[in-house]
């Protein structure tokens, strides 16, 4: 079952950095339509700075980043924000904010800045709170809940925004096992049911293998490895990457690759 | 604490209205002085339409532009304790107005409000220049407050130039006064008013999604720098508007938004500006009227009455966090 595919997202020649300092000399990477795509890697090697990149929210230091086939500069940043939605680990929580306040931030692009007073429309944001299981706690204070609460409410945020593709940071930081489990068949639901692309940085590589239609591994900002789970997950990309000894075998369940340390 | 808000808001806006017009030389009883404001043959009618009106309007004006200036700079730079002090607006209105009155200088007094102007945007635009080199808004707070203790610096200079005569009129002026204003001021800064809060309104949704952090506002689709910088160009104006005619008046910038934030029960910019213009409003004309009778018939500059007024209103605000 392997439809013609469409590159929806992609790198060309695309370095990227902060300020002056350039963490990913030059790479090409192309994300095709309806897929999960996992970025693994050691701390500092280039993930989430490729991914702020990729979703124009770092400016490119070289190449570009190209969206649905042009450059993203193309569009206006509203009119990008309704194709993707990004989730960066730098979000703020603003005090005393209620959890339906910020999920509602995602609405910006759709409603666009006149949107002053306008009724909220409700039915998307109920969707986005029911996905992540978020509906008891909307009219709670986001900075009274827990890291794993208030990661959801973002994640609720970015599907408030109903993109085609979003590109997710860390989405699992502080959730607990349940929470990571449900959150990673989100994603996978999103994409086998509604056809939304996901390039997520993750840095559980079993979780990666499980629920990724591909893995890309970063060292250095340049690519290492690059395929689906079975053809990344193995002991000589783990060793190159992360200076793991590894032993991979088959997951028990899925019979995806499972990796555990020598 | 919202309850108490809610009441107080509207009541505290038609008491500083009334008292507004009914105290000062002579005294008149309420129904008195809305029979005089209606009433062109009453002998005090001018008094209260030329004198007591203007100074009441002017306070709501000023207090409700005071309280939009400080909601999108604490919402901007993510700084609950930002206000137009930071900008260096006020002390830049400062500055000019003390050039003006101790170097004598030919400024007519008709445009002595917009040679202040003139200096608090300068200062403010300084500020704004700077901004530009900068992503942080840490550092625009930290640039801004350089930027406001320089000009203090100026305006000590100068002042220490002066006459004993001069200088007496001029700390009244550093204080913040509502004393002897009239229309003239009132249509000095209407237009900036009016342009600063439709120019706030139009930007709040976006100064909304900069709460949540740069990298979120940005990919939500804003353009973070210049939103920033759209917003700190319209506080700078409103502050300035108001600092050319009633001189820095210290505080309600920066409470009226906190007290707002309650009264509106969100911290969500849009809703906030809409509760912020009457609390500002409520808090400048009450802080005047307190101003008029503390030491009566003496007045205190009001820039003294709204710190004793919101020095406790902000800490009994911050207890009750809501």
Redesign the interface.
């Known amino acids: 079952m392997t439809p013609p595919t469409t590159t929806v997202l992609a790198g060309d020649g695309l370095a990227a950095g902060h300020g002056r300092t350039t963490v990913v000399p030059a790479l090409d990477l192309a994300v095709e339509a309806g897929t999960v795509t996992a970025l693994v890697g050691p701390n500092g090697s280039g993930k989430s700075t490729l991914l ?1 990149t990729l ?3 770092l400016p490119p230091r070289g190449g570009r980043v190209l969206l649905d086939g042009e450059p993203i500069t193309a569009r ?7 194709r993707l ?4 680990q ?3 929580v ?5 959890v339906r ?2 999920v ?3 609405r ?2 759709q409603l ?6 306008r009724r909220r429309d409700d039915s998307v944001m109920e969707r986005a709170l029911r996905l992540t299981g978020l509906l008891d706690l909307a009219d709670r204070r986001l900075d009274s809940l827990s890291g794993g609460e208030r990661q959801r409410a ?1 994640i609720a ?1 970015t599907l408030a ?1 109903q993109t085609g593709i979003l590109l997710l940071d860390e989405p699992t930081t502080y959730l607990d096992v349940r929470h990571q489990i449900d959150l990673m068949r989100l994603v996978r639901g999103l994409c086998d049911e509604h056809g939304i692309t996901v390039v997520m940085v993750l840095h559980d590589l079993n979780q990666a293998a499980r629920y990724a239609d591909r893995l890309v591994a970063l060292r250095d900002g340049t690519v290492r490895a690059d395929g689906p789970p079975t053809a990344v997950l193995t002991p000589p990309v783990l060793r190159e990457v992360f200076d793991v000894d590894a032993v991979v075998v088959p997951d028990p369940v899925t019979g995806r690759p499972w990796f555990v340390a020598r | 604490m919202i309850v108490i808000l809610k009441t107080t808001v509207p009541l505290g806006l038609v008491v500083g209205l009334l008292a507004g017009l009914c105290l000062g030389r002579p005294v008149l009883d309420p129904v008195a002085a809305v029979r005089a404001l209606l009433d062109p043959a009453d002998p005090a009618h001018v008094l209260l339409v030329e004198g007591r009106l203007p100074r009441a309007v002017l306070a709501v004006g000023a207090g409700g532009a005071l309280g939009v200036a400080g909601l999108l700079l604490q919402d901007v730079l ?1 700084n ?1 304790i930002a206000g137009p002090e930071l900008l260096g607006v006020s002390s830049g209105a400062a500055v000019v107005t003390a050039a003006v009155v101790v170097l004598g200088l030919a400024v007519p007094v008709v445009l002595l409000p917009y040679a202040a102007l003139a200096g608090a945007l300068v200062a403010g635009a300084l500020v704004v220049l700077t901004m530009g080199r900068t992503r942080s808004p840490d550092h625009v707070a930290l640039i801004g407050a350089a930027v406001s203790a320089a000009c203090g610096g100026l305006v000590v200079a100068v002042v220490g130039l002066g006459t004993q005569g001069n200088v007496v009129v001029l700390f009244r002026y550093l204080l913040g006064s509502l004393a002897a204003r009239g229309w003239t001021h009132v249509e000095a800064v209407a237009p900036w008013l009016l342009v600063g809060l439709v120019a706030a ?6 100064v ?2 900069l ?6 506002a ?6 973070v720098t210049r939103t920033r910088v759209l917003a700190v160009v319209v506080a700078a104006v409103l502050a300035a508007a108001v600092a050319s005619v009633c001189g820095p008046v210290a505080f309600v910038a920066l409470l009226a938004p906190h007290l707002a ?1 309650r009264l509106a029960r ?3 910019t ?1 809703r906030v500006l809409v509760a912020v213009v009457p609390v500002g409003a409520a808090l400048l004309l009450c802080a005047d009227q307190v101003a008029r009778l503390v030491i009566y018939p003496v007045e205190v500059p009001v820039g003294v009455a709204t710190t004793l007024v919101g020095v406790p209103a902000l800490v009994l605000a911050l207890r009750s ?2």
Do not use: F, I
């Open positions: 702020m979703a124009r929210v206006s940043s509203v009119e990008v924000a309704r939605g990004v989730l960066p730098t979000a703020v603003p005090a005393g904010a209620t306040e910020v509602e931030q995602g910006y692009p666009g800045p006149w949107a002053m007073m973002w945020m925004q | 993510r609950p309104a139009l930007l709040a949704r976006r909304e999604t709460t949540l952090g740069d990298e979120v940005a990919g939500l689709g804003v353009a934030r969100t911290v969500a849009r966090r809501a």
